[in-house]
């Protein structure tokens, strides 16, 4: 089992080690036919993109799709979940750089106005450590990952679940009906074999990500294939590998 386009990468335009034209060629050497540049969204006050480096890494990526003809390279960004409303961190000044947009929810944001801090970002962090605002919080957060695929053009849901528990069935039912791919992350815990059982109920998309963040974890799969296994889900569900 083998990855042929990984979706979800960093570099150091977020908080990667290595530049865009590294992992690039890290991916023609492992022989991934395609790569993904998913920095995360601004909205990270110490690693997120800054919004004047899109026009640069959209110009970098088009130069090496010149040069290359052995891999597709794609701009994308990691956004933020950064609002109970479903909102991302990315306006239509950057998306006009990318060729598509991810989200996902990370720790460290800014959050979207003031009264998400206290009705979103802060329920979230309470319900790790009070278990009885976790129902309460799951609800919250699945509405949210709804309304975010409701008002947003989102190509793939990364690492679905991590840091913000959501229930996954009426996600996957969501993502089915907005053709929004869901994420099995192996550096993430998200989507376990359970979650992908429940999710496959629906005719949703899934990809196998490595999350590299530098070049030695490229194309890595870790552990995945034993979750695939224990799903039973069916190779042809999964959009970007190969046996």
């Given at each position: 089992?083998?990855?042929t386009?990984d979706?979800?990468?960093?570099?150091t335009?977020?908080?990667?080690?290595?530049?865009?034209?590294e992992?690039?060629?890290q991916?023609?050497?492992?022989?991934?036919?395609?790569?993904?540049i998913?920095?995360?969204?601004?909205?990270h006050?110490?690693f997120?993109?800054?919004k004047?480096?899109?026009?640069?890494?959209r110009?970098e990526i088009?130069?090496?799709?010149?040069?290359?003809?052995?891999?597709?390279?794609?701009l994308?960004?990691?956004?933020?979940?950064?609002?109970?409303?479903?909102?991302?961190?990315?306006?239509?000044?950057?998306?006009?750089?990318?060729?598509w947009?991810?989200?996902g929810?990370h720790?460290?944001?800014?959050p979207?106005?003031?009264?998400d801090?206290?009705?979103?970002?802060?329920?979230?962090?309470?319900a790790?450590?009070?278990?009885?605002?976790r129902?309460?919080?799951?609800?919250?957060?699945?509405?949210?990952?709804?309304?975010?695929?409701?008002?947003?053009?989102i190509?793939?849901?990364?690492?679905?679940g991590d840091k913000?528990?959501?229930?996954?069935?009426?996600?996957a039912?969501?993502?089915?009906?907005?053709g929004v791919?869901l994420?099995?992350?192996?550096?993430?815990?998200?989507?376990?074999?359970?979650?992908?059982?429940?999710?496959?109920?629906?005719?949703?998309?899934?990809?196998?990500n490595?999350?590299a963040?530098?070049i030695?974890?490229?194309g890595?799969?870790?552990?995945?294939?034993?979750t695939?296994?224990?799903?039973?889900?069916p190779?042809?569900?999964?959009?970007?590998?190969?046996e």
């Amino acid at each position: 089992m083998k990855i042929t386009h990984d979706m979800h990468t960093h570099t150091t335009y977020s908080h990667g080690k290595n530049t865009i034209a590294e992992m690039v060629e890290q991916g023609r050497k492992i022989g991934l036919k395609a790569i993904t540049i998913s920095d995360h969204g601004r909205s990270h006050p110490m690693f997120g993109i800054q919004k004047k480096n899109f026009a640069k890494m959209r110009a970098e990526i088009d130069a090496l799709n010149q040069k290359y003809d052995d891999i597709d390279i794609y701009l994308s960004v990691e956004s933020n979940i950064t609002g109970a409303d479903g909102n991302i961190d990315i306006g239509d000044e950057e998306k006009k750089y990318c060729d598509w947009i991810s989200a996902g929810y990370h720790y460290g944001y800014i959050p979207a106005s003031i009264k998400d801090i206290f009705v979103f970002a802060i329920p979230n962090y309470a319900a790790r450590v009070l278990p009885f605002l976790r129902k309460q919080v799951v609800a919250m957060n699945t509405r949210t990952y709804i309304k975010m695929m409701e008002r947003n053009d989102i190509k793939l849901i990364t690492h679905p679940g991590d840091k913000m528990p959501i229930n996954i069935e009426p996600v996957a039912k969501a993502a089915a009906e907005y053709g929004v791919i869901l994420e099995i992350n192996p550096r993430h815990d998200h989507l376990s074999a359970d979650e992908i059982k429940v999710a496959m109920k629906y005719p949703v998309s899934f990809a196998i990500n490595s999350d590299a963040h530098s070049i030695y974890a490229l194309g890595d799969m870790r552990n995945t294939p034993a979750t695939i296994k224990a799903s039973g889900i069916p190779i042809t569900r999964i959009i970007n590998i190969t046996e």
